[in-house]
């Protein structure tokens, strides 16, 4: 199998083939799979992210369920991630191009009940891979009492992908396609 860094080109590259109307209706789909879930539906506060242009598309399901649920939002911090309660009226442009929540009030992640975890590749194991700095994959485990589901567009999900030893696996895998789960009953 490709190394990361080979997988994150083949990757780009089948992104870059899709316009943002197909990229919405595989957010349509993906979020809509993901509120049927027990996962989600007993979930009170939601780590979701802010989608960059290349990523499924995130920024209306941000504001859907925020009327439902609180929802988190990362914010980069050095290496780490800080996490902020979502407010539509207090965002801004940080460092790496992602808006982010603005603020002082960082929440301890271990409030968090479901991570919905942004990723280059996914597999039908629950493997996942990111951007490559490691942000998730330092994050997660601070996020004691939470599921992790990694979403993407179906060209991000593979058989297998490169798997590290630091890399978490996934609690689910959703895209618009492809469902995986590690558990039968998750
Ligand atoms: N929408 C979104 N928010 C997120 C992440 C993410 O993957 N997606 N993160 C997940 O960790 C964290 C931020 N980490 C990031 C890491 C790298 C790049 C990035 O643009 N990297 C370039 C490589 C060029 C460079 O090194 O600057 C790239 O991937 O093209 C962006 C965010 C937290 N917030
Ligand atoms: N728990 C950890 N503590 C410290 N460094 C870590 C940890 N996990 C990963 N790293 C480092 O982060 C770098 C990127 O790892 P990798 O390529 O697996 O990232 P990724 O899973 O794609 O990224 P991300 O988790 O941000 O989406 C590696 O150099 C790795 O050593």
Sequence with gaps: ?????????VVRALKSKLDDTQKRQEALAV????????AF???????????LPDELP????????SHVKTIYLPRVNGDELDLLKYDRQHMGKGAMGITEPIGDELVDPSIIDLVIVPAV???KHCNRCGRGRG?????LPL??????????LDCQFFDNIPVDPH??????VVTASHLAFAKPRF
């Design 135 to 139: 942000y998730y994959d330092r994050l």
């Design 121 to 123: 590749a996914l597999d």
């Design 58 to 65: 995130t920024h209306e399901i941000v504001d859907k369920w």
């Design 41 to 51: 539906r007993s979930a009170k506060h939601i780590l979701l992210y802010y989608s």
């Design 167 to 172: 890399d978490i696996k996934m609690d689910g």
């Design 1 to 9: 199998m490709k190394d990361k860094k080979e997988l994150r080109q």
């Design 143 to 152: 996020c004691t009492h939470a599921r992790y589901i990694a979403v993407g």
């Design 31 to 38: 979020f809509q799979s993901i509120e049927t879930l027990q």
